[in-house]
T-cell receptor
Framework: DAGVTQSPTHLIKTRGQQVTLRCSPK?????VSWYQQALGQGPQFIFQ???????QRGNFPDRFSGHQFPNYSSELNVNALLLGDSALYLC???????????????FGPGTRLTVL | AQTVTQSQPEMSVQEAETVTLSCTYD???????LFWYKQPPSRQMILVIR??????QNATENRFSVNFQKAAKSFSLKISDSQLGDTAMYFC??????????????FGQGTILTVHP
């Protein structure tokens, strides 16, 4: 059973460019959350996708957008890249089950984005 | 809004000894979960232990246990019989229970733990 996978592993972009990061959730999961982790810091919640819609969003500008596909995989897009966008981007998947109050999140290995 | 604070940027321990990592949090919620996650140099974030706020009993998972003090909003992690494989960054995290939480995690800044042979 494959866990959460992310691609690419590393990415180097220049300021002003656009980038797309990809995430495939763990088998059986339908919900994908994205986090940004700056070097030496804790992850910060960007947004969450469920049923192909953005269900919740953290304190990130509109330059950060996403998409979820019918197979539950997800993309994170960042436009007009800034030097401060350099970070590890983590994807986490879970199964939304309203019968329980807790649905464990499983994290992928992340994509390291460097903006020059 | 919730905040999570880890005041120990780095800790070190000798193999086979015990170490405690500290975490405090601030919230106005009454129902929530607290977690400790481990992030080894390989970067994959792994759940170590989970505590439900409504449970008075402290959670334990093998060598890992927590000291949950709800009134003090304190949540520390004790690692017994430390092993070299425990070397990692440890994050304390908060999740509001139910409602519109949808599983959003709020993380602390992390504590780098190094286990020395």
């Amino acid at each position: 059973d494959a866990g959460v996978t992310q691609s690419p592993t590393h990415l180097i972009k220049t300021r002003g460019q656009q980038v797309t990061l990809r995430c495939s959730p763990k088998s059986g999961h339908d919900t994908v959350s994205w986090y940004q982790q700056a070097l030496g810091q804790g992850p910060q919640f960007i947004f969450q996708y469920y049923e192909e819609e953005e269900r919740q969003r953290g304190n990130f500008p509109d330059r950060f957008s996403g998409h979820q596909f019918p197979n539950y995989s997800s993309e994170l897009n960042v436009n007009a890249l800034l030097l401060g966008d350099s970070a590890l981007y983590l994807c986490a998947s879970s199964l939304t089950n309203r019968q329980v109050t807790y649905n464990e999140q499983f994290f992928g290995p992340g994509t390291r984005l460097t903006v020059l | 809004a919730q905040t999570v604070t880890q005041s120990q940027p780095e800790m070190s321990v000798q193999e086979a000894e015990t170490v405690t990592l500290s975490c405090t949090y601030d919230t106005s919620e009454n129902n929530y979960y607290l977690f400790w996650y481990k992030q080894p140099p390989s970067r994959q974030m792994i759940l170590v232990i989970r505590q439900e706020a409504y449970k008075q009993q402290n959670a334990t998972e093998n060598r890992f246990s927590v000291n949950f003090q709800k009134a003090a909003k304190s949540f520390s992690l004790k690692i017994s019989d430390s092993q070299l494989g425990d070397t990692a960054m440890y994050f304390c995290a908060f999740m509001k229970q139910g409602g519109t939480s949808y599983g959003k995690l709020t993380f602390g800044q992390g504590t780098i733990l190094t286990v020395h042979p």
